[in-house]
């Protein structure tokens, strides 16, 4: 039994030995290193003999192992010719240890890719062509010596997010490279490299200043392409920014948006490292604003997003800065801040507008990469390209986390430079500033493509309205009735479309509101339909006090506000038609006594509902005659007009007859609105007979009408016609003969 047992024993440890053996061949034939694998990179570039400067600096920064072992790196490799170059140019006789740190570290980038792939963004989705030109390196900044808010001493790290820092993550600077898949998608070219690498040839395998001269060699941990230059770390936004005294002015601005906070896993980290006990802080750019000016990691809305995007900066100079504070400081210099230098003045308007600080920065932040060739392609933070030109441009840097272009002007942002900003900038209007950002009606008079009038209502006479400010209440910080606000806000909201600004001074017209209100302006002075209702003849007009011009076009200046009326259509046609000589006199009679349509009582005109626009054509007294004698209106023995018909018939005509007369939506000589407009007059069907106006055809007073009949109507413009008489979300006008209808 026992001999049986070692038998069976022998028998499969022999079979055992034998299918282990079998089995490392087929292991070592599938996962060995193949023959024809190239070297490490350490090798390799051992091998090829012209890189003993850059080999030396792997040595003395650490990296000898890991690039001798397995891993995917791409390693940009400059040759010992670059490093004599760079030696002599930097008047360096040796490479330090730190320095040789951050050449190795920042000609390192995560992942072997052969050239071809560089221009490729990795996402989370796999690879988007042609959108990548950048790569995240090695090399990241660690602690440094900083100051707080108060000047002192402290240890710092920088943000690696904007608004925020995360202590799991390095915050490494990328390297730029140049390649013709992105250089064509993104439209770009040798002109937008050389305006940062003037001294460098273009030849499309560009890494930041330097060329590639041998590319795509494989190693059996990554790839290596062979460069010209020695790369070092560039400086980020924040860390350029600082180093430079010419921004010294708008630097003071940023730093009020920087925050210290104590990070107590870097505080551990350095400790540990150094074997120091100094606490360390992250430096903390506002969320407020565009970007975080020491932040490398571009938005982080995907994990290498920064391998296609990039931040901009149009950096003022102290002078830029100090000329455009005349404009941020126009309104508070003088009488709400303490004297001193625009700086001091700046600062002190920090704390009492930091929006208008907040703005003024942002206006030069941009989310991407503005390239000199696409200056007016690319939007700021604020939502508006940029006004400047490459001519304004004093320094320019490709720095590591972004473009930035030092300039010797301003940009003068929407938020100051429209009709808004005149709004924005003086706090005798903060409530009505307020109320338009609260109430939405801020972004079109702001956006510079868009024209428009403002009319600004001061404090004073907002409070004396019963409408305040209280930002006690964010949710609800106007106080007061927001219907009357609303509609009186949007009657000083006045829309140009196309049109300069009226000669207010010496000319006259009328212009619609943003609410679709009417406004008229004469010889200096404007009036609105509440206006026009006062009993005293200087009160129905309001004398314009100044006109400041802005960049989408004018503020316009008054003591009054443009009231709305309060009374109902039929009282403006009964003003001009009690008195038989009145223009509207038999229109008017003819409408009183028409019980169908006018309610005595309250003055309402049936089909004619609060809250929306009508427009009232009337015919002269003749005209009505004339519609009397062709037996559209009831009429007397005698022929004349009959105003207070019995017959269900005649008052029917009368019923259809002011039914045509008035359109839906108003119009007026301003050349805005022409068209096809449904009358109040109805078939038996139910559709709405139709009123054709033209206006402008044959010059700035000229509006015609062509009613169903073909029958053409002029609208009566001359200085004793009574037409463009407001109302109640209403216009009326005189014509100078009546509309025909067909039922």
């Not at 320019?396 to 009709?419: D, E, I, P, R």
């Amino acid at each position: 039994m026992t001999k049986l047992v070692l038998n069976f024993i022998t028998v499969c440890l022999t079979f055992i030995f034998l299918l282990t053996g079998c089995r490392k061949k087929e292991f070592d034939e599938f996962y060995g290193r193949p023959e024809n694998l190239g070297d490490p990179i350490y090798q390799q570039l051992q091998q090829k003999g012209n890189f003993t400067k850059f080999l030396d600096c792997i040595d003395k920064s650490g990296y000898k192992e890991t690039l001798s072992a397995a891993g995917s790196w791409t390693v940009f490799a400059p040759t010992d010719a670059a490093f004599a170059t760079y030696m002599a140019e930097n008047n360096l006789t040796t490479i330090s240890n730190e320095l040789a740190s951050a050449i190795v570290r920042y000609a390192m980038t995560y992942d072997g890719e052969k050239i071809e792939r560089l221009s490729d963004n990795l996402t989370s989705r796999g690879f988007v062509k042609n959108t990548g030109f950048r790569r995240r390196t090695v090399y990241y900044d660690f602690v440094y010596d900083g100051t707080d808010a108060d000047g002192n001493p402290i240890k710092v790290i920088a943000g690696n997010r904007n608004g925020t820092y995360l202590s799991t993550d390095f915050n490494n600077k990328n390297i730029p490279y140049f390649l013709p898949p992105f250089m064509s998608f993104t439209g770009i070219s040798a002109v937008d490299y050389n305006f940062f690498y003037p001294n460098a040839n273009y030849n499309g395998k560009n890494v930041a200043g330097a060329q590639i001269t041998e590319q795509d060699i494989v190693a059996e941990n990554g790839v290596i392409h062979i460069i010209d230059k020695v790369l070092t770390p560039p400086l980020s936004i924040d860390q350029y920014i600082n180093t430079k005294s010419q921004y010294g002015a708008f630097k003071s601005l940023l730093d009020k948006y920087v925050t210290y906070n104590l990070n107590a896993d870097i505080s551990h980290r350095y400790q540990v490292l150094t074997g120091k006990a100094d606490n360390v802080y992250a430096k903390n750019y506002s969320s407020l604003l565009g970007f975080s000016p020491n932040n490398e990691n571009f938005l982080k809305e995907d994990a290498n997003d920064a391998q296609t995007g990039m931040y901009t900066i149009f950096a003022p100079t102290d002078a830029a800065v100090e000329a455009y504070s005349k404009v941020l400081l126009k309104y508070y210099a003088k009488s709400v801040l303490r004297p001193g230098t625009y700086k001091e003045q700046l600062n002190e308007l920090s704390a009492i507008r930091p929006d208008i600080i907040r703005d003024f920065i942002n206006s030069h932040m941009y989310r991407a990469a503005v390239w000199p060739t696409k200056f007016t392609t690319v939007n700021s933070f604020l939502g508006e390209p940029t006004k400047l030109t490459t001519g304004n441009v004093v320094d320019k840097q490709f720095l590591s986390n972004g473009l930035l272009y030092g300039v010797s002007t301003a940009q003068n942002a929407n938020a100051f430079a429209t009709v808004y900003g005149k709004i924005n900038l003086d706090p005798t209007y903060k409530i009505m500033k307020q109320a338009m950002d609260f109430l939405g009606y801020t972004i079109p008079p702001k956006t510079a493509s868009l024209r428009y009038i403002i009319v600004p209502i001061t404090d004073a006479t907002l409070v004396s309205m019963g409408i305040s400010y209280d930002p006690f209440f964010p949710k609800a910080p106007i106080r007061g009735d927001l219907t009357i606000l609303r509609r009186i806000l949007q009657t000083h909201i006045i829309p140009l479309g196309n049109r300069d600004v009226p000669n207010f001074a010496a000319s006259s017209g009328i212009l619609e509101a943003s609410n679709g209100e009417y406004i008229k302006y004469a010889n200096g002075r404007i009036s609105s339909a509440g206006t026009e209702d006062n009993a005293a003849v200087i009160d129905k007009t309001i004398a314009i006090d100044s006109i400041t011009t802005a960049v989408n076009g004018a503020d316009v200046y008054a003591a009054k506000v443009l009231m709305y009326t309060v009374l109902p259509v039929s009282k403006h046609i009964e003003k001009n038609g009690t008195l038989a000589t009145d223009p509207y006199y038999a229109f008017w009679q003819y409408l009183k006594g028409n019980v169908t349509l006018y309610n005595a009582t309250t003055g309402a005109i049936n089909g004619v509902s609060d809250g929306s626009f009508y427009t009232i054509f009337v015919p002269t007294n003749a005209a009505v005659q004339a519609a009397v004698t062709a037996n559209l209106l009831p009429k007397l023995a005698n022929g004349t007009p009959n105003f207070a018909p019995t017959d269900a018939a005649e008052i029917s005509k009368v019923s259809k007859f002011i039914q045509y007369h008035i359109i839906k939506n108003t119009v007026a000589n301003d050349g805005q609105k022409t068209g096809v407009f449904e009358s109040l007059l109805k078939d038996d069907s139910g559709d709405a007979a139709k009123v054709t106006v033209t206006a402008n055809t044959n010059g700035p007073n000229v509006l015609t009408l062509r009613d169903v009949a073909n029958s053409t109507v002029n609208v009566l413009l001359g200085p004793t016609d009574r037409s463009n008489v407001l109302s109640n979300r209403t216009v009326i006008h005189q014509i100078n003969t009546y509309l025909k209808y067909q039922f």
